[in-house]
Nanobody, 124 residues
């Protein structure tokens, strides 16, 4: 059992930066993957980025490559999503999710543990 709690959302202008945090608790030993997803109004939940439990492997959606960076602090059991050069189309509720796995997963259906989400709004 894993528990994830996101924080760090907000309202900002295009071109700005924001860092989201995801605190993980529960069964934090062993292999698991942490992912960030987002969902805009009237759109499906989409993959943003993911990181392996040891931080060695990462993957990103094409739409955020070069702008977003996922990282982890093992000592704090926290994963971060640094978002730079934000665009209005990045506006969405951002979710952190966890899966017991040894490889990067991109499908939301592959993750069993979800946070409550945090709103990110980018104005033009």
């Amino acid at each position: 059992q894993l528990h994830v709690v996101e924080s760090g959302g907000g309202l900002l202008q295009a071109g700005g930066s924001l860092r989201l945090s995801c605190a993980v608790s529960g069964r934090t030993f062993g292999s698991y993957v942490l992912g960030w997803f987002r969902q805009a109004p009237d759109k499906e939940r989409e993959f943003v980025a993911a990181i392996s439990w040891n931080g060695v492997s990462t993957d990103y959606a094409d739409s955020v490559k070069g702008r977003f960076t996922i990282s982890r602090d093992g000592a704090k059991n926290t994963v971060y999503l640094q978002m730079n050069s934000l665009k209005p189309e990045d506006t969405a509720v951002y979710y952190c999710a966890a899966a017991i796995a040894t490889m990067i997963l991109k499908g939301p259906y592959e993750y069993s543990y979800w946070g409550q989400g945090t709103q990110v709004t980018v104005s033009s």
